[in-house]
Structures are given as structure tokens and as C-alpha cells.
């Protein structure tokens, strides 16, 4: 199911007492600029560019200020149109590869792209392999770039993966295998003029996802953090530490509006480092901060304390939290790292009392009645500012991974976004904490936290 509008429901309990009104219908065709929108002027100004939304203000401040994420803060406030939302849900089949594999069809030059995983043998990487393939022989020289995660899954299968297919390509790993700065990333770009991005690996799990296809300066900026990935990486396949020579196709116009965006991304932490001094954390810590009535989040896991901390903030102040999550993900590994999404309730049910009843939980379900698996990494704050991409809320993404995500600073943008949020969280299972959650501990803040404190995961 691709879902690039879903209707809004109507019964949404967070909406604001005076709702902005609809927006008045777009005319189909190509896009003239828009000149509200992120200037090249405000792009090299000596400080940044006020937002739309005050939740977009805070963001570019915060992104400004920290001054550390993976390209210079000069390109990271910018502008773009979102094209298309791809929405997985969680059967089988990989709508996301659907929408790269149609948007290849009219490329003429090149793909870059950056995945977590690339599991060779998935339906959706063959799917995706022998559609380069065939590009590669009507165009022979159409580049492919890829740039993935780190060599536990070993150069030896990529290049037999490519040789099975006929694919020629270059590749880089980010990390080594004893590294946890993986890189969490997931982005493709074709002829450096359309890009789809968010939180959708290369592989076919039974789970939803939610990606954007984009067009307009943004990817230039994709591009570039792409470049700075490269250069950083730990090994290489017919290619060498130096990023790529892109070859850029014209542009087709753009159908829906170009809006102010801002890049949130962060480099990778081997192991020990400043954790939360970079451009993503502290501009979603922003995001969060400037909330005047509503945060909705989704995430497969919800972990970190930072996150857990700004919550907190934000329902004292009277915001409203909606939050889905899938009951059960991962529950090993992120327990380890430091809890499982079930741990949410203790931390929710110890919350002062005034601020409880300012969040609302549901278990992500396909059916409404199971629960199900959810990788959608998506935050929005009322209704006016939303952000897209690879960044999970847990210990791992906060501290760790390299991460890559975009803050789209437009009411009626944001909109189109929280219905596909929307459409989760009517289908989901509520769920609120009981008594015994208030009473029994919380997690320790990490793995770090819980070896100093003498206590076992």
C-alpha cells in the first residue's frame, strides 16, 4: 500500500481548539519557487534563517549553534517540494524500492544511495539489483554508487551480489564491525535531482515504514552529506576514499511547493564521545522544546533519556504527547542498550500527576486488534513543523549512529505527514500503564551507567 494521501481523521483527539484552515486546493503542473522559502542569500548569512513555524526557528537556531553535524551548517538550512510519501505497511512487499525503482526508469546518469542493511537475497534488493541491471545496459554508462553500513556484511557478498546481476558499481562500508557508529542512514538519489529518503532499509521485513521522495535544492544537500559519508568510510570497492564524480541530469519541475527544510544529521560515535552535541539531537531536542500544543511521535524504539527527558518537559508545560510504538521490537537488543519500549510505561506512570494524562501510547497494529512491527521514524509538532529520516528515539541512534534527517518547516506539509501518522494511530492498541509501574525502578540511563552502578542489564 502506497499511501501518498491519506485523509486526515477527523476524530484526532490532539487537535487545536481553532485548526488552521485547510489550504486552498493546488493547482496541478510544475512549481514556481517559492519566495518565502530558504533563500541562497540566508544560506551563507552570518546566522540562521528564522523559520515558518516556531518549532522551525528553534531548530535552525539549534542546528546553527551546535555547528556539528555532517556537512558545514551553511548547506544544511535549505528548501525543497515534497513530491511523494511513501508509506509502507507491513506485509512482504517493499514499497519503497517500488518508488526508487519507478523514479529509475526515467534517470539517465546515476544512483547514489546509503542503506543500513542490504540483504542481498531480500526480494526487494534483487528487485532492485536486476532494475539497475537492465539500466546499466540501455545506458552503459549509468553510475552506480553505494554506501552502506559496515563489513559485517562483506564486501566478498556485495561483489558476488553485483556479479549475479551484472551490476557495475562502486561501494564504500562506514564502519568496521566492532564499531557502534554504524551508519543508520537511508537515502537515494538519482541524476542528483530527485531523492527519496527516511527510515526504509533494503529488505522485505513484515513492517511499516515511511520515506519522501524529494526534488529541489534539499538534494544537492542530500548529495553532499552522501560525499561526506563516503570520505569518512572504512573500506572501498573499485573506488578509493575520494567521493565520487556525480553526474547531474536536468531537473524535472517540481509539482508541489518548494518549503523551507533543514538537514538534522549526525556523524557516528566509535564508543565514547560527546554524545548529544550535534546537529540532529540538539535540533530535535529544539523541535520538542518549542511544542505549544501538541508532539506526536513514532519510533521503533523510545529509549533514550533525552528524549524521555524532553517529554517529560513538554507535558509539564501542558503539551500534548501522542506517541505509537510497536509493542515488541527488538526487545533484546534494545534492552541491552537499555530498555524495551515496554519500559516507556514506567517512566510515564512516574511522571508527575499533572502531566500523565498529557500522553497518549497505542502499540502500532495492522488490524487493530494485534500488534505489529512499525520502523517509521517520524516526529511532528503542532502541526506545523515535522521531521522525516533515519533517526531512531533510542540510546543507539542518539549516541551512536550516524543519522540523517530532514526538519520540513510547512503547516500544510507537516499536514499530508501527520495523516499517514494519523492512519497508524487509529488502527493501533491503547495502552496505559498500571499501578505496578509506579512502583518498580526505572532503567539506568545506559549500558555505561548501568556497568558503573555494579547492576546487570
Same mark, same amino acid.
Given at each position: 500500500?502506497?499511501?501518498?494521501?491519506?485523509?486526515?481523521?477527523?476524530?484526532?483527539?490532539?487537535?487545536?481548539?481553532?485548526?488552521?484552515?485547510?489550504?486552498?486546493?493546488?493547482?496541478?503542473?510544475?512549481?514556481?519557487?517559492?519566495?518565502?522559502?530558504?533563500?541562497?542569500?540566508?544560506?551563507?548569512?552570518?546566522?540562521?534563517?528564522?523559520?515558518?513555524?516556531?518549532?522551525?526557528?528553534?531548530?535552525?537556531?539549534?542546528?546553527?549553534?551546535?555547528?556539528?553535524?555532517?556537512?558545514?551548517?551553511?548547506?544544511?538550512?535549505?528548501?525543497?517540494?515534497?513530491?511523494?510519501?511513501?508509506?509502507?505497511?507491513?506485509?512482504?512487499?517493499?514499497?519503497?524500492?517500488?518508488?526508487?525503482?519507478?523514479?529509475?526508469?526515467?534517470?539517465?546518469?546515476?544512483?547514489?544511495?546509503?542503506?543500513?542493511?542490504?540483504?542481498?537475497?531480500?526480494?526487494?534488493?534483487?528487485?532492485?539489483?536486476?532494475?539497475?541491471?537492465?539500466?546499466?545496459?540501455?545506458?552503459?554508462?549509468?553510475?552506480?554508487?553505494?554506501?552502506?553500513?559496515?563489513?559485517?556484511?562483506?564486501?566478498?557478498?556485495?561483489?558476488?551480489?553485483?556479479?549475479?546481476?551484472?551490476?557495475?558499481?562502486?561501494?564504500?562500508?562506514?564502519?568496521?564491525?566492532?564499531?557502534?557508529?554504524?551508519?543508520?542512514?537511508?537515502?537515494?538519489?538519482?541524476?542528483?535531482?530527485?531523492?527519496?529518503?527516511?527510515?526504509?532499509?533494503?529488505?522485505?521485513?513484515?513492517?511499516?515504514?515511511?520515506?519522501? !521522495?524529494?526534488?529541489?535544492?534539499?538534494?544537492?544537500?542530500?548529495?553532499?552529506?552522501?560525499?561526506?559519508?563516503?570520505?569518512?568510510?572504512?573500506?572501498?570497492?573499485?573506488? !578509493?576514499?575520494?567521493?565520487?564524480?556525480?553526474?547531474?541530469?536536468?531537473?524535472?519541475?517540481?509539482?508541489?511547493?518548494?518549503?523551507?527544510?533543514?538537514?538534522?544529521?549526525?556523524?557516528?560515535?566509535?564508543?565514547?564521545?560527546?554524545?548529544?552535541?550535534?546537529?540532529?539531537?540538539?535540533?530535535?531536542?529544539?523541535?520538542?522544546?518549542?511544542?505549544?500544543?501538541?508532539?506526536?511521535?513514532?519510533?521503533?524504539?523510545?529509549?533514550?533519556?533525552?528524549?524521555?527527558?524532553?517529554?517529560?518537559?513538554?507535558?509539564?508545560?501542558?503539551?500534548?504527547?501522542?506517541?505509537?510504538?510497536?509493542?515488541?521490537?527488538?526487545?533484546?537488543?534494545?534492552?541491552?542498550?537499555?530498555?524495551?519500549?515496554?519500559?516507556?510505561?514506567?517512566?510515564?506512570?512516574?511522571?508527575?500527576?499533572?502531566?500523565?494524562?498529557?500522553?497518549?501510547?497505542?502499540?502500532?497494529?495492522?488490524?487493530?486488534?494485534?500488534?505489529?512491527?512499525?520502523? !517509521?521514524?517520524?516526529?511532528?509538532?503542532?502541526?506545523?513543523?515535522?521531521?522525516?529520516?533515519?533517526?531512531?528515539?533510542?540510546?543507539?541512534?542518539?549516541?551512536?549512529?550516524?543519522?540523517?534527517?530532514?526538519?520540513?518547516?510547512?503547516?500544510?506539509?507537516?499536514?499530508?505527514?501527520?495523516?499517514?501518522?494519523?492512519?497508524?494511530?487509529?488502527?493501533?492498541?491503547?495502552?496505559?500503564?498500571?499501578?505496578?509501574?509506579?512502583?518498580?525502578?526505572?532503567?539506568?540511563?545506559?549500558?555505561?551507567?548501568?556497568?558503573?552502578?555494579?547492576?546487570?542489564?
Amino acid at each position: 500500500m502506497r499511501a501518498n494521501e491519506i485523509p486526515i481523521s477527523p476524530s484526532s483527539p490532539l487537535r487545536s481548539p481553532t485548526p488552521p484552515a485547510p489550504p486552498a486546493a493546488r493547482p496541478a503542473g510544475p512549481r514556481a519557487p517559492d519566495l518565502n522559502a530558504i533563500s541562497a542569500e540566508a544560506r551563507v548569512s552570518s546566522g540562521p534563517p528564522s523559520g515558518r513555524s516556531a518549532a522551525g526557528t528553534a531548530v535552525n537556531q539549534a542546528v546553527w549553534q551546535t555547528n556539528n553535524g555532517t556537512i558545514p551548517r551553511q548547506f544544511t538550512c535549505t528548501q525543497g517540494s515534497v513530491e511523494a510519501i511513501a508509506f509502507n505497511d507491513a506485509d512482504r512487499n517493499d514499497e519503497a524500492i517500488d518508488e526508487v525503482i519507478a523514479h529509475l526508469k526515467d534517470a539517465k546518469h546515476e544512483l547514489s544511495f546509503q542503506t543500513y542493511i542490504f540483504d542481498y537475497d531480500s526480494e526487494a534488493s534483487v528487485r532492485l539489483l536486476e532494475a539497475l541491471a537492465k539500466k546499466q545496459r540501455e545506458i552503459p554508462g549509468f553510475k552506480v554508487n553505494i554506501l552502506y553500513d559496515r563489513d559485517l556484511n562483506p564486501f566478498s557478498k556485495l561483489n558476488d551480489a553485483l556479479e549475479r546481476h551484472g551490476v557495475k558499481a562502486q561501494a564504500a562500508a562506514y564502519a568496521s564491525a566492532l564499531s557502534r557508529a554504524s551508519n543508520h542512514a537511508k537515502a537515494f538519489i538519482l541524476d542528483g535531482h530527485t531523492a527519496l529518503m527516511g527510515g526504509s532499509n533494503i529488505d522485505n521485513p513484515a513492517e511499516r515504514d515511511l520515506m519522501v !521522495t524529494l526534488r529541489g535544492p534539499v538534494v544537492d544537500t542530500l548529495l553532499k552529506d552522501f560525499d561526506a559519508a563516503w570520505s569518512e568510510s572504512a573500506k572501498y570497492l573499485n573506488a !578509493t576514499r575520494k567521493p565520487p564524480l556525480h553526474a547531474k541530469g536536468k531537473a524535472p519541475p517540481s509539482t508541489h511547493p518548494m518549503v523551507p527544510m533543514t538537514l538534522l544529521s549526525k556523524k557516528g560515535v566509535g564508543l565514547i564521545g560527546n554524545y548529544y552535541d550535534n546537529d540532529a539531537d540538539q535540533g530535535l531536542l529544539a523541535a520538542m522544546k518549542a511544542a505549544k500544543r501538541e508532539i506526536r511521535i513514532a519510533s521503533p524504539n523510545l529509549n533514550d533519556v533525552s528524549v524521555w527527558g524532553a517529554i517529560a518537559d513538554a507535558t509539564g508545560r501542558g503539551v500534548k504527547v501522542r506517541i505509537t510504538l510497536p509493542k515488541n521490537y527488538n526487545n533484546f537488543g534494545s534492552g541491552i542498550d537499555r530498555s524495551p519500549n515496554a519500559d516507556f510505561l514506567t517512566f510515564w506512570a512516574q511522571l508527575p500527576a499533572k502531566s500523565r494524562p498529557n500522553i497518549e501510547l497505542r502499540w502500532s497494529s495492522e488490524d487493530g486488534k494485534t500488534a505489529s512491527d512499525d520502523h !517509521t521514524k517520524y516526529l511532528s509538532v503542532d502541526g506545523e513543523w515535522a521531521y522525516v529520516g533515519s533517526q531512531n528515539m533510542d540510546n543507539q541512534s542518539w549516541s551512536f549512529s550516524r543519522e540523517v534527517g530532514l526538519g520540513i518547516d510547512d503547516a500544510a506539509e507537516t499536514r499530508r505527514l501527520d495523516a499517514t501518522f494519523d492512519a497508524t494511530w487509529n488502527l493501533g492498541l491503547k495502552v496505559e500503564p498500571s499501578w505496578f509501574h509506579r512502583i518498580i525502578s526505572q532503567p539506568k540511563k545506559n549500558w555505561v551507567h548501568r556497568i558503573l552502578s555494579g547492576v546487570l542489564p
